[in-house]
């Protein structure tokens, strides 16, 4: 496990860490507050390593090669939507036929919108706007953008909200929490935590862009592999300064 | 609540049992109440019919088998996106027992894709014990190969 440092970070938490590891290990990472993590076997001289310790020495969000190449763009208005955009997405990166990764893929995107849908709005006592087992019918201000590409390698989904209030150790508890065992999958009508965890476990690369109070953007790589490969994977969480 | 549409089931009363058949969607609209009712000693589901089920879902299903502790079910016909949740939360399978699963296969020439039931004493300890490959009877050319890890799809049954 390799380290790079980054500087206004005293108690030396905030690092873009490296190595070979499995999910789990890398979520004990995060729950400890670690951001960017980089399970490769080439350790920090990877060059993607490379390029996001540099991007944040500079304050930048870096973008990653899985990012790269033309997306299409759909628009989620409202709970019922999410059926049909979950079929235009199978439909135009040709998924009929690939079982594995199509229900891979259709089960990240479900999860995306809904957390999305139900947790990203919330009213001004803070409580969340839209209730599950309830109809969310956006307002304007609040549609969110779904973007997706396809490559023979794999799939690129992204959903953005205009709200921004995902914070990392939301995300952090989510995660640790069903991966230490004690799950908190019971007795619970709303939270995020199993759909985050579902998103995590399925993807190959987890980016998360938060610019507090105006907007979050989830984008993912699903690699159309059959196994897990603990040699690339990646999961970070950047936040845009709002000021 | 939302008239649900996009969910069903059929409850029928089988010898000592009572055999539950879902099909539809599993989301925040199910409820799964009325199958709370059935007050049958023991139960066998069938997953066959179910074409998704998202996070909401898999945490309603927990706690309905959580509240039937006492009550013995198996699941059946388990299609790869239920095998896909048993695996990533172990409560879905709880204290039941699952008698059989649907394994993917697909065709490396052609892509066509075939599901094999397989009973519960083939994949027993998860050490599965399925053919590796199938000839593909649409191409006759390809050979049909397991659609994902063969361990890792049957890391439930550990
Ligand atoms: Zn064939």
Same mark, same amino acid.
């Given at each position: ?26 979520v ?20 993607v ?10 304050g ?17 208005? /409202? ?7 979950? *079929? $235009? +997405?199978? !439909?135009?990166?040709? =998924?009929?036929r690939? &079982? %594995? ?24 006592? /803070? ?7 309830? *109809? $969310? +019918?956006? !307002?304007?201000?609040? =549609?969110?953008?779904? &973007? %997706? ?21 939301e ?22 935590g ?15 862009v ?34 | ?16 049992s ?24 023991a ?14 879902g ?64 083939d ?36």
């Amino acid at each position: 496990m390799t380290k790079l440092p980054l500087p206004n970070n005293p108690a030396g938490l905030v690092t873009v860490n490296t190595g070979v590891l499995s999910k789990a290990e890398a979520v004990l990472l995060v729950d400890k507050g670690c951001r960017y993590i980089f399970s490769t076997e080439l350790g920090k001289v990877d060059p993607v390593v490379k390029m996001t310790h540099a991007a944040l020495l500079q304050g930048a969000v870096p973008l990653f090669p899985w990012e790269n190449g033309e997306k299409e763009e759909m628009t989620l208005g /409202g709970s019922r939507e999410r059926q049909a955009i979950s *079929e $235009a +997405v199978v !439909a135009r990166c040709k =998924l009929e036929r690939k &079982r %594995f990764l199509r229900e891979k893929v259709q089960s990240v995107l479900e999860e995306l919108m809904t957390n999305v849908l139900f947790h990203a709005y919330r009213n001004a006592d /803070g409580k969340e706007k839209y209730a599950r087992r309830q *109809e $969310a +019918v956006l !307002a304007s201000r609040e =549609l969110i953008a779904i &973007r %997706f590409s396809s490559t023979a390698q794999g799939i690129y989904l992204s959903v953005k909200d205009q709200a921004g209030s995902l914070k990392f150790e939301e995300m952090a508890r989510a995660l640790s929490r069903c991966y230490s065992g004690h799950s908190q999958i019971e007795n619970k009508e709303s939270g995020a935590g199993l759909g985050t965890y579902m998103i995590f476990d399925a993807v190959t690369h987890l980016k998360v862009v938060s610019a507090p109070g105006q907007s979050t953007e989830i984008a993912c790589w699903i690699a159309d592999q059959r196994s897990f490969d603990n040699q690339h994977f990646s999961f970070s969480f950047f936040e845009r300064s709002t000021k | 609540m939302i008239p649900n549409e996009k969910f069903k089931f059929e409850v029928k009363p089988e010898g000592g049992s009572t055999r539950i058949t879902l099909k539809g969607v599993i989301d925040e609209d199910t409820d799964f109440e009325a199958l709370k009712k059935t007050g049958a000693p023991a139960l066998v589901v069938n997953f066959k019919g179910v074409t998704s089920i998202n996070s909401c879902g898999i945490r309603t299903w927990v706690n309905f088998v959580k509240e039937l502790q006492s009550t013995p079910i198996q699941y059946e016909e388990c299609p790869p996106l239920v095998v896909r949740q048993m695996n990533m939360v172990p409560s879905f399978v709880g204290h039941a027992k699952v008698s059989s699963a649907f394994v993917p296969y697909v065709c490396d020439n052609c892509e066509t894709e075939k599901l094999v039931l397989v009973p519960a004493k083939d994949f027993g300890n998860g050490n599965p014990n399925i053919p590796e490959t199938l000839k593909c009877e649409s191409c006759g050319e390809g050979e049909m190969e397991i659609d994902g890890n063969p361990k890792q799809y049957f890391a439930f049954a550990k």
